[in-house]
């Protein structure tokens, strides 16, 4: 193996926050240096499959391909789903960062995973990394990984109270010395919203829209409160009719998308919920001066804050970059010897 111990000098040694949504690769000395979704296109061409695309050019065939082309999420909640595609997602990730070289890579990688991810789970994301050509595969916690990012007091016997709104899991999590003291992973995301609003527009306008077409209503116009005069802005979209199967457009206000996205929105509250009622005492006396920090990219979603402040009375914080905070926890993490004890195998 000493031939691969000298090529591994030649690595870089990455984090990457493998997320339903986006995958995040923080490289060692070099931080952030790349944030694409998490998609892969798959050609089918006389029987064999191959990688059309992946990320950025992936998303953008999503719900318009011909029929020997797949546009494919390999990440369903959080978790591998195709471990196969999982894998070429990875691998292409890997060379990207590593640029046109001559000789293999061996990489470090410490990858993140939900808390409530099972064993076997874990193993499919261990072995897509370890197929995709790393030395070493470590594993850390999500809501861990997001309270280094954000500059948490993690390391202290102080309690803190985490909230990582992803693509497909919402983790809420308290913690205090290096460990997780109270985590559940509930399984509501910026996936489920996208649902909530197409539903809403099918139900109520007969309007059938795309996954891109709800994601793009939510980051523009979604809250998740309602506006004080019931309406809010006013967003023009654009769908096939139900009624005469014919292209149309419609015009959608805040006050009809704070309804469509309050049962997504709800569910991530009880899951804060249950989690602070399961607190102990001194770490629920710590998190009311400390408050709960947000992160992820559903902490983008307006108003959200304001909704968990009014049901919990507690202070709630937005962290500064909730799109790559757990990206930067996991990057610390494989850099900063104090948070090495964070890292698990399995």
């Not at 000098?9 to 070099?30: F, K, P």
């Not at 998609?39 to 719900?63: C, F, H, P, S, Y």
């Not at 797949?70 to 471990?83: F, K």
Request: glycine content about 10%; aromatic content about 4%.
């Amino acid at each position: 193996m000493w031939f691969k111990n000298l090529f591994k000098l030649m690595s870089h040694d990455m984090a990457i926050d493998l997320g339903t949504a986006n995958t995040v690769v923080y490289v060692r000395g070099r931080g952030v240096v790349l944030n694409e979704p998490s998609v892969v296109a798959i050609e089918t061409e006389n029987g064999i499959q191959r990688v059309r695309a992946v990320g950025d050019d992936a998303k953008l065939m999503m719900g318009k391909t011909p029929d020997a082309i797949q546009a494919i999420r390999p990440l369903r909640d959080g978790v591998i789903a195709d471990i196969d595609v999982a894998e070429q997602m990875i691998k292409h990730f890997i060379q990207k960062v590593h640029g046109p070289r001559r000789f293999p890579r061996w990489p470090e990688i410490v990858i993140c995973v939900p808390s409530g991810s099972t064993k076997v789970e874990r193993r499919a994301i261990r072995d897509a990394a370890s197929n995709a050509g790393a030395s070493q595969v470590w594993l850390i916690e999500e809501p861990m990984a997001a309270a280094i990012g954000a500059d948490m007091p993690v390391t202290e016997a102080i309690g803190s109270m985490v909230v990582d709104i992803g693509g497909g899991t919402t983790e809420v999590a308290v913690l205090s010395l290096r460990g997780l003291a109270y985590t559940t992973s509930v399984r509501t995301g910026g996936d489920k919203m996208d649902e909530a609003i197409s539903s809403y527009v099918r139900r109520n306008h007969n309007l059938l829209i795309g996954e891109a077409t709800a994601e793009r209503i939510k980051k523009e116009v979604g809250v998740a409160l309602m506006p004080a005069d019931g309406k809010g802005q006013t967003i023009h979209i654009k769908g096939r009719d139900l009624v005469n199967g014919v292209p149309k457009e419609i015009a959608i206000n805040q006050g009809q998308l704070a309804e469509a996205l309050s049962e997504p929105v709800g569910t991530i509250v009880e899951g804060v919920r249950i989690a602070l009622e399961n607190t102990a005492p001194e770490l629920a006396a710590d998190i009311v001066d400390q408050g709960i920090v947000l992160t992820g990219g559903g902490a983008l979603l307006e108003g959200i804050d304001e909704v968990l402040r009014r049901e919990t009375g507690l202070p709630v914080t937005i962290a500064e970059d909730p799109l790559t905070c757990v990206a930067l926890g996991t990057g610390r993490a494989l850099e900063e010897e104090i948070f090495r004890g964070v890292l698990t195998t399995g």
